[in-house]
Structures are given as structure tokens and as C-alpha cells.
């Protein structure tokens, strides 16, 4: 479950809610439409866990989960380049 602004752009109305990932773009307003997501996290990075082993997804499957994106629609740019790149 990830938390997601929305809004509508057929009312304009909008909400915040917690909801599956897999739901997220089946948001409906209270006129019936499709309810569009705002990208608020625009960037994150991991460099692993606490015991020192590498954390499963690494830092660009957080990033997307993060800005709410699938792995392989994660921008260039923000892809992590190799140890200790930012």
C-alpha cells in the first residue's frame, strides 16, 4: 500500500489516499471519473540494509516504487550509475 495524491480534472476535486499499488490508477472521484495521480516524491535511494547485504530491488526499484512507477518507466536520469553515484 503506498500513499497517493489525487485529483480530478473533471471537477477538481482532490483527496489523499492510501491505496494498493495495483489500484492506484482505478481511483474514482465522487462524479464518477478517473482521478489523476500527483507525483510527490520525486527521488529516493537505498544503499542496503543494516547487516550490510545487498537490499532485494536496490536503489532505482525504490526510487520507482517511491514516484509510483513501474522499474522499467523510471527515467534515465534518475537511475543509479554504479557505487557511491548520486
Request: hydrophobic fraction near 30%; charged fraction near 25%; include cysteine.
Amino acid at each position: 500500500m503506498a500513499r497517493y495524491d489525487f485529483y480530478c480534472t473533471d471537477c477538481g476535486a482532490g483527496e489523499t489516499r492510501i491505496v494498493k499499488i495495483a489500484h492506484r490508477d482505478q481511483q474514482r472521484c465522487e462524479c464518477s471519473s478517473i482521478m489523476k495521480r500527483h507525483i510527490t516524491t520525486v527521488y529516493g535511494r537505498v544503499f542496503g540494509r543494516a547487516d550490510g547485504k545487498p537490499r532485494p530491488g536496490g536503489a532505482d526499484q525504490f526510487t520507482a516504487d517511491a514516484m509510483g512507477l513501474h522499474i522499467g518507466d523510471l527515467p534515465p536520469h534518475l537511475k543509479e550509475k554504479g557505487p557511491g553515484a548520486l
